[in-house]
């Protein structure tokens, strides 16, 4: 199912260990950006779930378009709480935060939807559905 907070979990554990070298925000958006197309398609019941959003080539373009817009909207305020003080964002690491998102997106749906193949158009299949139980993956 699209739209989880497990995704959060792993990038609440980096933002405390890599503080200034990752941006929480620009994670965040990358997972909204990351389902926007499945959301389509649930709307539209036209088209694959988890299609070519959810392969390392739709996570790679992604990525890029989430770094490119997430720092600025992130740098404009509009993701900033009140009590937050704003701070720019290196584009660094807004690369690195929006890769790491849309990377791990794929990797943790993988895991859980056996639709994914992150690995399209050059492999079908999925190698890492189930590597895990959905309860332990949930837990991490």
Known sequence: MPFTPLH????????????????????????????IQPLVVMLTDSGELHGWSHTILGATLLGLLSALTGKYLSESGLFIIRWQRFLPIKWKTAYLSSFLGTYSHVFIDAIMHVDVLPFSPLFDGNPFHGMVSIAVLQQI
């Open 8 to 35: 959060m979990g792993p990038a609440l554990v980096l933002k405390s260990a890599a503080s200034a070298s990752f941006s929480l925000t620009v994670f965040g958006w990358s997972q909204i950006v990351m389902d």
